[in-house]
Nanobody, 115 residues
Framework: QVQLVESGGGLVQPGGSLRISCAAS????????MGWYRQAPGKQRELVAK???????NYGDSVKGRFTIPRDNAKNTVYLQMNSPQPEDTAVYYC?????????WGQGTQVTVSS
């Protein structure tokens, strides 16, 4: 089993910055990818950012150039650095981990972009 715990969500002003974290624990030795998805009210869950074990990244079109996904391997933690967020980025952000063939999800953290 893999446990994923998010932290750092909250309220951020448009154009500001926010970093959220996801700490992995448990059977993490062969996790092949981690990342972030989000879901806004009335919308489907969508990819925000993903990073593979060898460091390859993939971003959703709506966040390219604004968000990044740094990681700290020593802490088994990935982050989502949100720069210049906009109101349309308001959503519940879910941490994701792939330990083939199983997907693991965190409980989600609310991010609200508003002035």
């Amino acid at each position: 089993q893999v446990q994923l715990v998010e932290s750092g969500g909250g309220l951020v002003q448009p154009g500001g910055s926010l970093r959220i974290s996801c700490a992995a624990s448990g059977s993490i030795f062969d996790i092949s990818a981690m990342g972030w998805y989000r879901q806004a009210p009335g919308k489907q869950r969508e990819l925000v950012a993903k990073i593979t074990i060898d460091g390859k990244t993939n971003y959703g079109d709506s966040v390219k150039g604004r968000f990044t996904i740094p990681r700290d391997n020593a802490k088994n933690t990935v982050y989502l650095q949100m720069n210049s967020p906009q109101p349309e980025d308001t959503a519940v952000y879910y941490c994701y981990g792939l330990r083939f063939p199983t997907d693991y999800w965190g409980q989600g953290t609310q991010v609200t972009v508003s002035s």
